[in-house]
């Protein structure tokens, strides 16, 4: 086994475990390459069937392509599509800065949408190297009441045995995804043949390597047109993946304080 | 078009846990490799010279890791985190775990898949409680590659004797668990002396540096070629197959190959693998997730091993268990656990401490308790017989983690092998009952339980106990009281009012109701068991089915009553240490349930306890909860 079928496997396990002690349970999927490489794997540990919904919590921002190919891909993988909506700017805590105020937006919408279906369980496809508070995570990370994150109490996990909890109000988040790196991800498009939104690859001499919103998302200047010019830009590029994400680099903390209060 | 060739397929990474005492430097040591071995993406540079600059500080290299802001400004690293390098073609993966003692289970969140570790030790300092308590558990969870980082060593001006005596303490520090470390390697993290690069000022050391040694790390031994082991971790049926799924923990899987399945040993054959979008597979190895499909048709449960006839797992129903507990109280002998083994789990109650470890020195004593977040070696009774192998580091064999009522898991249990019967002081032999729960349910027409009435001297407890007592038995409810006063009279007559002896009170009251409920019968306990730790002792030791009830009066009406004179006695100074007077009632914060009785008769209360214990040991009750 090479390391692409290592990360698999484990990440099938993951699944398989979240399926059998969470229910309800639901994925979310923000319609990026790390979610549709998240929904591939559910495929493949679930032989072509996804036996939960995605979730699609949508800030009404995101870019037509992005819609375009929920549609399309939505119907042609046979999925259970949830979609719920983000309240207005105004309603958000006012004291984070502009960018982190406006992904917060995205935490409600996904809050209400878990209260809503009751959800015990949601799949989310954050990795540990895209971001350092990121890279302390669980694979299963218990939210309390309020979905908060406590990040100073975290449950011991090893030896593949996850924490799962039962508690009214509590759901847990799963992390498949959590052990791959931005590279591996890449490496198992290319695999895999896992179509993408054609955002990430260059036009005009520039791309998008992470999306998010339209307004808070900038592209990378790159001329990696396929797949595999993306892999050998990453093996020699030098910047982090969530350069072009504004509300990472506002202050020290803002992204910290997204997270604690169940940003993803 | 592209002409970059798909890259080759890689290793995975191997990943490399830093442990050591707090502020031996390990943090600092990390982000001095990285930096070193070029593996900085850019712009984190130069977020810790700002970052450093901000606090007024040098470069600090362990800014990098001590990312979260709440680290940054207690100077601790909180939890583990995983930073990727390389070293050559080499991928790792650095696993940081934490210094401080509390943050216990964060260390071994991140070192529990770790192939080699990194034991950073102060030169100066020596080994330290943390080192001896991480050591312990790089044994524990089977990392068998261990190098020790001699740190600081600057300060001990590079001395060739001083750092030697340093080593010579270590090694027998480690020989003492067995452990037998790869390499010694004299370094200054901070300047950078053998981390990367040869330090010229210990002209003496021949050995590698911390890179080499990191390079020279074997990689995994395959586990394919052992006997198979695949435990079960579920059952699904997609359009008309039965699929069985899980992951080859060792051993392959061949199409045709006959695989015992489980403790009740029916045998059957590897139909097919199932898969999609790969191409169609007749074998599969350790490692890998498959979906199989068996002939005959079978239905295995979760957690039942599948195995090869001529190499069965061992069988038993009482292990004798190393264990690393990770909760804050106490382990006592009669506690009740589920032990997680691969996707199995087992009801298991603690039959005897063998021997605690001393943390001071590493030696082993008998002990009546496992302290907080201690380590210990005792023997579990399992509810029934059970699969299992010895554990051996480097494998997934024998990885027991104990996990509590509410799935939390509290301790790791490398599991050693079959417990002998041993007759001892310590040794007990609970036998498991042939008579199961839901017999003993059915012929009653309800099932047992705990009802735990907690509440000031004279709230009025043991009224409504015998009130709801009257009630349940006349609707043919097996049903008994334990009150306090009727306790103190026989079973506990030695104890007297001293905060231990109390506490021992409550042990033996919870003890006892769980011998009763476990009979079959409901069993309500009228005691003032004052404090939170009282109730949560006496839910532990009672496990499923105890509910505490809160009998809410307050003092003013209970010292109005005071049916038995004591409050009258306590305010004369007759008695000292009485509750509710010069000694706290810690009043429960959720309760299963209150009873108000200031403004309600005493029989419409203790017909509401009846309703409620009524209810809550329903059969249909039962059927409901084994459901969900």
Redesign the interface.
Known sequence: MDDLDQLEAQSIFILREAYRKLKPLAMLWSLGKDSNVMLWLARKAFLGNVPFPVMHVDTGKKFPEMYRFRDEYSKKWNLELLLGDCPPVEDIDPTLPPAARSAARKTAGLAAMIDKYKLAGVIAGIRRDEQATRAKERVFSPRGAGHKWDVRNQPPEFWDQYATPHEPGMHVRVHPLLSWREIDIWRYIEREGIPLVDLYFAKDGKRYRSLGDQDITSPVESNATTVAEVIAELETSRTSERAGRAMDHESEDAFERLRVAGYL | ??T????A?????TPIVIVGHVDHGKSTLIGRLLYDTDSL????VAQIIE?SKKRGLTVEWSFLLD????ERDQGVT???????FRLGTR?FVIVDAPGHRQFL??M??G???AEAAVLVVDANEGAQEQTRRHAMLLRL?GIRHVIVLMNKVDILDYDQKKIEAAERDITALLHQLEIEPTVFVPASAREGDNMASRSDKMPWYKGPTLTEALAAVPAPSSRADLPLRLPV??V?R?DTKR?V?G?IERGRIRVGDEVVIGVHGARARIATI?????APQVAA?A???V?VTLEPDVIPD?GDFLYPASAAPLRAARIRTRLFW?RQEPLRVGESFKL?L?TAEHQVTVAAIDSVVRLEDLTEHPAEEVPPEGFAEITLAVSETMLFDAFVPGT?DG?G?L?DR????VG?APLIGVAESVAGRNAIHPTGSAVSVWDRAQAKGHRGGVFWMTGLPGAGKSTLARGAETRLFSRGVDVSVLDGDTLRAGLCSDLGFSEADRRENVRRAAAVARILAESGQVVIVALISPTIADRELARQIVGEGFHEIFIDTPQATCEQRDPKGLYAAARAGKIEGFTGIDAPYEAPVKPDLRLETAHASSDETAARLAAFIGEETRLDGATRRQKS
Not at chain 2, 41 to 44: A, I, Q, T, V, Y
Not at chain 2, 274 to 278: M, V
């Open positions: 078009m592209s970059i060739p798909t890259p397929p890689q290793d995975a990474a993406p850019e712009g984190r970052s990312s979260l802001q709440i909180v939890d583990s985190t995983r930073i990727p991928q289970r964060n071994i969140t070192a529990a898949d969870i971790q579920d699904y997609f699929i799924v992951r199932e898969s999609w979008h790969t190895i490692g890998q997730s979906a979760r990770l997680r691969a997934s990885r983690v996990v509410n799935q939390q898991i790791g």
